[in-house]
Each structure stands twice: as structure tokens, then as C-alpha cells.
């Protein structure tokens, strides 16, 4: 193993709750040599708040705004980032689930090109129950570990009456998730039946195969070859699904790294590939939701 693919493999445990803080540094200053090149190479690999985005927010194609989601059922309300086209007919709408660090500017970023696109995106911070993403990633991601996640899966099904609701009540649903959200989708899935038209899932944990029998709308999953951690719950996932009959569509990525889609971590992105998911994704939307 190289030693930037084990210093990934050391970031993608610390991130996901395996390696405590203390103990991922110990373990990169001893694979780098020194605490100064430790640091740069965790630069290069954790994502950057500042990066540049794909679609700008003032870009003229599209509105965006933030809404409240639940409001009359939940106190404090989901916060939700909405992009959306100036121009035609009312669309098919998509939810964006983001990663473990909670509502970011890169997951605004996909909201915005899923609008470019000629959906409507929204993009709620399921963090809003505890006040919403904090700046601190760290924090962010801590406050992650801590959700319900059954509560947060049933808020994410009733938003998809209010997209209808908001629209002409006729809209189709489609949701993608990345990372954490990944996993989400795969639970929405199963917990919203009929409600939900279509999902897709970038390198997102699966549940148990057993609950496959559940699922109604076709599913699309992209998977990193180099992410075994995942691909250890999504193929028994992926099996279960087939064997009960449900439409799922999975392609495998070789050689890249989780998150391979973040353009904003130097290291983990792969342009290629997440440029490939991006196309499959957007026919896949077209395709079932009209």
C-alpha cells in the first residue's frame, strides 16, 4: 500500500468513527515523519470549505433560497437549501442528503447542478434538530454519530409530501445521498415505499439485506473500488435486492476512493469517475422521474 492510500485509509477511519483524533495523528506523523507533513497530507485529503464551486450561488440559471421543512410538525423546523431553474416548466424534484459533515457548501454546490440540470433540488441540514451543521467539521460530524436516525429517515419522508405539496401535487421524487447520505438513501428506500420514485446512492453504508423486500423505487449505487468498507454492506445489499425482485442498478468504480465525487478533497476526487457517476445519475433522474 502506498503511502498516501494508507494515509486515506487512516483519514476514512478517523472520519467515520474507528480512530479517535489523537490516535489518527500518532498513526500519520509515524507514516510521514514529521507532525509538518502529516498535516499537508491531511490537507490534501479532508475536504476544503473554501474550494471553488462547480455552479456559483449568484449563477443566473438559477434561484436558490432556504425554506423551512416541517414546520408545522417540528420545532425548530428543517432547514433545507432550495436550487432550482429561472427558466420552464415545473420539474421533478430531488433531495440531496450530504456526507457526515453535515449541510456544507459542497453539498449546495450539487443542489446547484442538480438545478443547472432542470430539477429542483433541496438540500435540508438534518442537523437542525440540534441547531443545524456548526462551522467545526469535527463538531459536525460528532453531532452525526449522534442522530436518530429512524426520526431522521421519517422527517426525510414526510419532506417528500411538502416537494408535491409546494408544486402541483403530481411532482416525482428522487433523492441522492453521498457518504452518510449515501446511507440514507438506502433507509429512505425501505422506509417510504411508493413515496419515493427513485434513488441514488454514492458509496453510502447499506442496512440489513433483510429489509430489501421493502423497497418499491428503482435504486442506482455507485461504489468505490478502493472503499471496502462499504462495499462489505452494500453487495449483500445489492443481492438482497435482486433476489426480491427490485430494480437496482450498481456500477463499481476501480482504482478511487471513497468520496471519489467531493471535488473539493484534492486526494480522494477522481474526475473521471465522478464525472461518469454524475452522467449515469442525471439519465437515471431523467429516466424515472420524467
Not at 442528503?97 to 441540514?125: K, Q, S, W
Not at 443481492?239 to 450498481?250: E, I
Not at 465525487?261 to 454524475?278: C, G, H, I, Q
Request: overall charge positive; hydrophobic content about 45%.
Amino acid at each position: 500500500m502506498t503511502l498516501k492510500r494508507e494515509a486515506i485509509s487512516l483519514y476514512d477511519r478517523f472520519t467515520h468513527g474507528a480512530l479517535e483524533r489523537r490516535e489518527f495523528m500518532a498513526r500519520m506523523v509515524a507514516l510521514t515523519g514529521r507532525v509538518a507533513a502529516a498535516n499537508a497530507l491531511i490537507g490534501t485529503i479532508a475536504a476544503r470549505a473554501d474550494a471553488r464551486p462547480l455552479i456559483a450561488a449568484n449563477d443566473k440559471r438559477i434561484r436558490t433560497s432556504t425554506v423551512d421543512m416541517l414546520a408545522l410538525r417540528k420545532t425548530p423546523p428543517y432547514k433545507a437549501y432550495v436550487a432550482e431553474p429561472v427558466k420552464g416548466r415545473a420539474r421533478p424534484t430531488v433531495m440531496v442528503i450530504h456526507e457526515n459533515r453535515g449541510l456544507n457548501e459542497h453539498t449546495r454546490d450539487v443542489a446547484r447542478r442538480l438545478a443547472v440540470a432542470g430539477f429542483i433540488a433541496y438540500a435540508p441540514d438534518f442537523l437542525s434538530p440540534v441547531g443545524g451543521t456548526p462551522a467545526d467539521e469535527d463538531q459536525a460530524r460528532e453531532a452525526i454519530g449522534k442522530l436518530d436516525l429512524a426520526a431522521a429517515v421519517a422527517a426525510a419522508t414526510d419532506m417528500f409530501g411538502e416537494f408535491r405539496a409546494r408544486l402541483d401535487g403530481s411532482s416525482k421524487v428522487g433523492v441522492v445521498g453521498f457518504c452518510w447520505g449515501g446511507g440514507m438513501v438506502n433507509r429512505i428506500a425501505v422506509s417510504a415505499g411508493d413515496k419515493l420514485d427513485a434513488g441514488v446512492v454514492y458509496y453510502g453504508p447499506a442496512p440489513s439485506p433483510a429489509e430489501a423486500a421493502r423497497v418499491e423505487a428503482p435504486l442506482l449505487i455507485h461504489l468505490a473500488g478502493l472503499d471496502t468498507r462499504i462495499a462489505e454492506t452494500e453487495f449483500p445489499w445489492i443481492s438482497a435486492l435482486r433476489a426480491a425482485g427490485k430494480r437496482v442498478t450498481y456500477f463499481d468504480y476501480p482504482n478511487v476512493n471513497h468520496a471519489f465525487n467531493n471535488d473539493t478533497s484534492a486526494e480522494r476526487y477522481d474526475k473521471a469517475a465522478a464525472e461518469l457517476a454524475w452522467d449515469r445519475t442525471l439519465r437515471f433522474f431523467r429516466r424515472h422521474l420524467g
